[in-house]
């Protein structure tokens, strides 16, 4: 089934004046991320049906994505849910649901984001190569929402079977403009929040954001409300010295806020080996579902830790994210 593609152009905005101009840019924004989520919506319904699980249907179950990690760097991918413990605000939560990337569980849902502002110029032709690489490499995911930002944000969702139409897309793709990194997140996490099942979204950007929007309180603030597992790769190497270091810590925070990890090549020849090493993370990562024994609706902000029981825990690390809003009262 063929799905269609939604693009907008925020900088059609840039002439506007002050509150006007947020506004409507906001909309636009927003109006994409929409659109995106709409695109699918008959396909969805009609799969969820033949794949019923317990990851969806439930609207209090809280999803986290776990990755665990050994001495030497290894995925660890031979746990069970029995290998676990899940507490909330420091108390035990019973998990219901569970799922390692190794077996059938929920649906994969892939985000990519390729950022193509003018920095981006010298690098596309190598870049390209290595997203559509590692787009084929992840043929189990259900659809792939794939978004490229410069001064404009465009985005559209694509099944497995319009697969030919996306590497179309990708490389026809031209570097040019400022950078909307945060809008371009946000247009992602918002298109997201209709998907159920793992939600992974995998970021590459070489520069800071200098077009957005929204601002960086707002984008962490989603990232905290959205069950979405991010993965960024920062190409700094042609940045300013005396940049790259706020740059490392803005990007580790945005993946670490989500469960993820920060990548940072020292140049596009290590993109390929990035993405296998990304690859790797999303086919070993664990799904843990519980839901809360906090029944408060209160949107008040819940800590979640994940710790493993078994005898070599001490060995072992583990990712996930730190915690989610609860529901709000309407």
Known sequence: MSIPTVESNTAAFASDPGRRRSMRAVSSVLAIALAIAAGVAGASAQREKQDASLFRGRTDLVSVGVTVVGKKQQFVTDLGASDFVVYEDDRPQQICAFASGTEAGPPLHLGVLLDVSGSQGLDLKFTQTAVIKFLQSLNDAVDVTFIDFASDVRGGRYSQQDFSRLVKRVRGLTAGGETALYDAIGVYLEAAREQDGRKVMVLYTDGADTRSTMSLGTLMTQLKTSDVTVYAIGALDQQPLFTQSTLR?????IAETA??????????????????????????????????????????????????????????????????YAPSKP
């Open 259 to 324: 469960g993820g990890k920060a990548f940072f090549p020292s140049g596009v020849k290590d993109l390929t080996r990035i993405y296998d090493e990304i690859r790797g993370e999303v086919r070993g990562q664990y799904t843990i579902g519980y839901v809360s024994t906090n029944d408060q609706t209160d949107g008040a902000w819940r800590k979640v830790e994940v710790k493993i029981t078994r005898a070599d825990a001490g060995s072992l690390r583990v990712r996930a994210r730190k915690g989610y």
């Open 249 to 253: 810590a803005l990007l580790a925070s």
